[in-house]
């Protein structure tokens, strides 16, 4: 079959699976197969598809077709225009996170500075900022080994290994060093509301790396408070949040001596983004 016809079946079955975005999956999942650009199959849709290549999609289609998301099938994800490698051991980076990113490298652009990420997963937080901020240097902790070694992948592929370090840690026990900054994009989902995440989500990614506890702030509160004795005086503290958390997350913040230096919101209007400093740094 040509590429035409290969997409157009692979995007029915998925259809008939009930996956929204069936044409644009079937077009992703064929072109990371085939090691092409999405347009490259466009262009050239009455090109013959190999045999070896038409096996290793319908596999793969019938993984995404049970709900199997397609960064895990692909092995990677695009995040700040960079391909990062993923697994089921880390989250799917989201769009929502590039939000903090971009307030971050605004604030402390041409600083030389030292960073921690807690929760680093796929490292793509660290490894983003430490692109755009080409003096600084970071470390990345998570509690799974497992994640730890995709981030050191990454480190490694986006040439950054010189500057950022990656540990396995438990970040109630972790103490070395002083930080200028402190990012994190902790677990902030209460409990009683993962059942309502989609399949996808609820089957293969990481649920511990999304559950927040009753009221979703469990987590939250701990980096916040561990903060209080990692950060450099006059550091930063940036967390992503969840839907309508922002009240209670600036209300802990400010019991903690924290003074809000900027919130961003995702494009719903929801703030998803607080960063803040220990008052008095401006």
């Not at 990454?154 to 109630?172: G, M, P, Q, T």
Request: net charge positive.
């Amino acid at each position: 079959m040509n590429l035409e016809t290969t997409i157009k079946k692979a995007s029915q079955i998925l259809k008939n699976n009930n996956i929204p975005s069936h044409e644009l999956d079937a077009q992703v999942i064929l072109s990371s197969i085939m090691g092409i650009e999405k347009e490259y199959l466009i262009i050239n849709n009455e090109m013959y598809v190999p045999e070896i290549i038409s096996k290793k999609y319908n596999v793969a289609i019938e993984r995404r077709s049970k709900g199997e998301p397609v960064a895990y099938i692909t092995g990677k994800k695009e995040f700040w225009s960079k391909d990062f490698l993923v697994s089921g051991a880390t989250l799917v980076p989201r769009p929502e996170t590039e939000i903090l990113i971009y307030k971050v490298v605004n604030l402390l652009k041409r600083r030389k500075i030292n960073i921690l990420d807690i929760g680093t997963g796929s490292g793509c937080i660290l490894l983003s900022i430490l692109k755009e901020l080409k003096f600084s240097i970071g470390t990345g902790i998570d509690i799974s080994s497992k994640a730890i070694k995709i981030a050191k992948i990454n480190a490694r592929n986006f040439d950054l290994l010189n500057r950022s370090k990656f540990k396995v840690f438990d970040f109630n026990k972790f103490f070395l060093g002083k930080y200028d900054l402190i990012v994190s994009n902790p677990p902030y989902i209460p409990s009683k509301d993962i059942k309502n995440l989609s399949k996808d989500i609820i089957n293969y990614e990481p649920l511990f790396a999304l559950d927040g506890g009753i009221d979703g702030l469990d987590l939250i509160k701990k980096v916040i408070y561990k903060s209080n004795h990692l950060l450099k005086r006059r550091g930063l503290l940036a967390l992503e949040i969840g839907y309508n958390q922002y009240r209670k997350v600036f209300s802990i913040l400010r019991n903690n001596g924290y003074k809000e230096v900027s919130k961003e919101c995702d494009y719903n209007g929801n703030v998803r983004c607080i960063i803040s400093t220990k008052v008095g740094f401006f």
